[in-house]
């Protein structure tokens, strides 16, 4: 059974605002394994609606080869769905999307015989330069699909906007609620706001502020996390003091659902929402605010009146926020795809600190390499001690564990009794 509350390493809890690019380890030198002449195009298959960060990582990648070798990305339509078909077609790509649920579901039987085991020896990918904690096994021990970015949860904080009205960034509960009924008592209709339209995003409002509580208790107690994990009734138990901080939020005014369901979607609209600077705290997902920097040009009120804003822990409990240490993107190579070789030498290339730093920091997301580089915008994460750090990978929480605070945070901020909530556990879908 893996750890229930990680004990992060000197390495682990090292400055998540290192410089951007390269990390100051001494990883060696990388050199080239095949013909340097080699001229092929590495197709990557994923999610995204575009990948700039990749590309530019590729470029750099065949500096060391052919100018001619490409890459190219793209965006199946109903990527989840039709991935198993995607993967032995005619255009089969040699790279892919992959997530931990895939390994265990039979909707994926068509999909998981197509992953390498990145772990092979013979392949001389540096796995070792992760965060351990992120690393997904299959039941035999192999690596399937390794992490490129991490997220976490918390709120886009506009630091300004809280230095105008001469409010305390909160770092505790109470400082919370009292920030909040300070924004109030200054006329602000909703000093926390987020996506709170519907029920799916992870990137939601209610499931942001309820789901490092929730996870954070089951950490600490292994039966809870059992009991969750298998959908039994009696863990909607654990849920309630979650629950509890969204009612609360709402009751208080420091949320206004009416507000908050005026945004449109929970990426590119909550963005506009926050970067108009009257939002004092916009709750989300790292993936959001991975958007922030592209969405300021397209923000007329930013770019009239620009501020300074960084992504925050919520600090659900007295003693602080988490840090939610999660995987945003796994990638999987095709064992059957063409060009096998030099796929997995792009990955040997893409493996190593530097690399994953760099397209990290590119991306707007936190890398997945121990040395955490990123952008200063997480800056305020490198202040959640290393006992308040929890990885949802490393605890063992499932996806379907995950769906049920999710829905049940949700329906709460919509109005359903907690107790009800909690009785249903297991039964949201």
């Not at 707007?364 to 040395?371: A, E, P, Q, R």
Request: proline share 6%; aromatic share 10%; glycine share 6%.
């Amino acid at each position: 059974m893996k750890k229930f509350i990680r004990i992060a390493t000197a390495v682990l809890s090292a400055a998540l605002v290192a410089s951007c690019g390269n990390s100051g380890n001494n990883e060696e030198a990388f050199v080239p394994a095949l013909p340097k002449d080699t001229v092929c195009t590495i197709k990557v298959a994923g999610s995204y609606s575009n990948f700039e960060a990749l590309e530019m990582e590729f470029d750099r990648f065949k500096a060391f080869y052919n100018k001619d070798l490409a890459l190219e990305y793209v965006k199946p339509d109903d990527y989840d769905n039709n991935l198993g078909t995607i993967l032995s077609g005619k255009d089969k790509p040699n790279i892919f999307f992959a997530e931990p649920k895939m390994l265990d579901n039979e909707k994926y039987a068509a999909v998981v015989p197509h992953m390498e085991d990145l772990s092979d020896p013979n392949l001389k990918l540096n796995l070792d330069c992760i965060r351990p904690n992120l690393i997904n096994r299959d039941k035999d021990g192999k690596v399937r699909m390794v992490p490129i970015f991490s997220r976490t949860y918390g709120a886009l904080v506009n630091v300004d906007l809280f230095k105008k009205e001469g409010i305390e960034i909160p770092t505790t509960w109470s400082g919370l609620v009292s920030a909040c009924e300070a924004f109030l008592a200054k006329n602000y209709k909703s000093p926390i706001m987020g996506y709170s339209k519907d029920k799916k995003p992870s990137s939601g409002l209610m499931n942001v502020i309820a789901y490092p509580l929730f996870i954070a208790d089951l950490a600490k107690n292994p039966e809870a996390l059992r009991l969750a994990n298998d959908l039994d009734p009696a863990a909607g138990a654990y849920m309630r003091p979650a629950l509890e901080k969204i009612k609360t939020l709402i009751d208080k005014g420091c949320i206004n659902i009416q507000e908050c369901d005026q945004i449109g979607d929970n990426y590119t609209k909550t963005l506009l929402r926050f970067l108009a600077g009257d939002v004092p705290m916009m709750v989300c997902n790292g993936d959001t605010v991975s958007g922030a920097k592209k969405r300021e040009k397209e923000s007329p009120e930013y770019k009239a009146n620009p501020f300074n804003y960084q992504f925050y822990p919520i600090p659900v409990t007295e003693q602080g926020g988490y840090f939610v240490d999660s995987v945003s993107l796994q990638f999987a190579v095709n064992k059957d795809c063409d060009n096998l070789d030099m796929t997995n030498e792009f990955m040997r290339f893409l493996l190593r600190s530097n690399e994953l730093n760099d397209m990290a920091a590119s991306k707007g997301l936190i890398s997945t390499s121990k040395s955490k580089s990123s952008n200063a915008v997480y800056a305020p994460f490198n202040n959640v001690p290393a006992e308040r750090t929890i990885s949802p990978e490393d605890i063992g929480v499932k996806d379907t564990l995950a769906t049920q605070i999710r829905i049940a945070s949700y329906e709460v901020g919509k109005g359903m009794d907690i107790d009800t909530a909690v009785s249903k556990y297991g039964q949201f879908n």
